[in-house]
């Protein structure tokens, strides 16, 4: 039986009584205002700006108008009835030139949300870095940089200074992952760099600044504030048990998963990514003590999950680009160059990827037996669809209420098995500018109508909504 399905569909599935739902956003995926109150450009300013970049040439420069909108917004997520809020702080924003002093505009608008949340009863939970490095940063250098981690720690003090009496929840990065291999190694993100060696370098810097802002948040924060981290965690199938495919898939999760978890979690890197990577890079960029410094304790571990991986061994030239990241002639595997991605069997979403809530329940195991008394939350999960508003106004998303219902269950039945799941945040509040996808990917539970900003919930929030009222599972449909 697929573990992810309710044995008995006619029980109600309950989660625990105090499962914290939420949604999530990042800064710029939704706020616009680029050049208001003195914020400067990130990466994906520059990014987005730069023509064949970004389908269709969209940028974030308007986005949802959040800047603007926020107090609308805010209101949505009343309807909603979700418990917590899931933002990113946007560093060009509350430090300008990425270093020296915070912005007292920018931080402003950081305090004006968190305030207005509270008042509504919902919990901001902030985080750190969503990917828009300021563009001055970049021009030193950027995450393959060391330098760039001391600086994300000097940033991360000035936000704890500023929200840390209403914050409670703290998110240091965002996947890092993508920050380090699509931004440096294949280029599908900003700042759209294709150097492998830059890529592994880049993921040292962005555990380092990791570490480096937990001990900064650590020493601001009161006792009871949670730090966390959001790892994109890979869930790795082999396309046979055959050891050279089995080896494929370890390959994989070591570049996807261990680079990171090995480090952060467990205090040192793992001997067979150094090796797998080893014409690539001789590491000489860890200094001694920075696995120490990398290692701190965490209060919740984020999880984003949309969809499985599944790979082979592969004795040709190396094929690039099939692995759902995003088509590019440079690969964002260092030192995988024969292992050959596939497409796993299933309904796919927009984005073409797969819908397979086993992953997930796979998944949420596998970090239960890891790293056992860790808090896990699912800091993000979801789907995009091409929806549209019907002649009567109304947007009909069938197919991403059954996404979200498959999920949940997934998550349900993994809580019972024993997963530590603390809480849930459905990937996204609005339809926003998704990254190298611009505005062609719709991830909101809110349709936004691009042309007059006007917010539509989906039906998909009209279930949602049942859901954050009682903890119960509700039916499809
Ligand atoms: C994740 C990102 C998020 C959004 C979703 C679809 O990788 O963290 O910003 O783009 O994918």
């Known amino acids: 039986m697929d573990p992810a399905v309710s044995p008995d569909a006619a029980a109600p599935l309950r989660f625990p009584p105090h499962f914290l739902w939420g949604t999530a956003t990042a800064a710029y995926q939704i706020e616009g205002a680029v050049d ?10 520059t990014y987005s700006h730069t023509p064949g970049r970004v389908r269709n040439g969209d940028t974030g420069d308007i986005a949802t108008d959040h800047y603007h909108r926020w107090p609308e917004d805010i209101e949505l997520m009343s309807g909603l009835g979700v418990g917590a809020y899931r933002f990113s702080v946007s560093w060009p924003r509350v430090q300008p030139t990425g ?16 305030d207005a949340l509270l008042a509504k009863g919902i919990e901001p939970v902030v985080t750190l870095y969503h990917w828009d490095l300021p563009q001055h940063l970049e021009d030193a250098g950027g995450w393959p940089e060391r330098d760039t981690a001391l600086r994300f720690a000097e940033y991360a003090g000035l936000v704890a200074d500023a929200l840390g009496d209403r914050v409670k929840t703290w998110t240091t990065l965002n996947e890092p992952w993508c920050s380090a291999f699509l931004g440096y190694g294949s280029g599908v993100h900003a700042p759209g760099r294709t150097d492998p060696a830059d890529a592994l370098r880049a993921a040292h810097h962005l555990n380092l600044g990791h570490g480096l802002a937990v001990a900064a948040l650590r020493e601001r924060l009161p006792e009871d504030a949670r730090i966390s981290v959001t790892l994109n965690l890979h869930h790795v199938r082999p396309l046979t048990d055959s050891a050279a495919d089995r080896d494929a898939a370890r390959r994989i999760d070591g570049l996807a998963n261990r680079v990171f978890t090995g480090p952060m979690l467990g205090g040192a890197y793992p001997a067979d990514v150094i090796e797998d990577t080893a014409s690539v890079t001789d590491w000489s960029f860890v200094h001694d003590g920075d696995p120490a410094l990398i290692h701190q304790p965490l209060d ?34 260092p030192g995988a160059d024969h292992v050959a991605f596939h497409q796993t069997p299933g309904e796919r979403t927009a984005m073409g990827w797969t819908i397979d809530p086993s992953g997930l329940y796979e998944l949420l195991l596998r970090v239960r037996d890891d790293h056992p008394g860790l808090p896990l939350m699912i800091t993000e ?82 279930w949602y909504a049942k859901l954050t009222r009682n903890g119960t599972l509700p039916p499809r449909d």
Not at 37 to 42: F, I
Not at 394 to 421: K, M, N, S
């Open 36 to 45: 208001e109150d003195g914020r400067t450009p990130s990466i994906w300013d």
């Open 99 to 114: 270093r020296g002093p915070a912005s007292a505009k920018g931080l402003d608008f950081y305090r004006r949300l968190a």
């Open 300 to 333: 919740i571990l984020g999880v984003n999950y949309y969809s499985p991986t599944l790979v082979s061994h592969h004795d040709g030239p190396p094929l690039h680009g099939a692995d759902g990241h995003g088509a590019s002639d440079h690969t964002p595997w």
């Open 381 to 462: 999960n979801g789907s995009a669809f091409d929806d549209y508003a019907g002649p009567d106004g109304a947007v009909r998303d069938p197919e991403r209420v059954a996404y979200l219902h498959g999920h949940l269950t997934a998550v349900h039945r993994a809580i019972e098995a024993g997963a530590d799941v603390r809480g849930y945040f459905l990937w996204s509040l609005l339809d926003n500018f998704e990254w190298g996808y611009g505005y062609s990917k719709r991830f909101g539970t809110v349709y936004v109508d691009y042309a007059t900003q006007r917010r539509i919930p989906k039906s998909s929030a009209h």
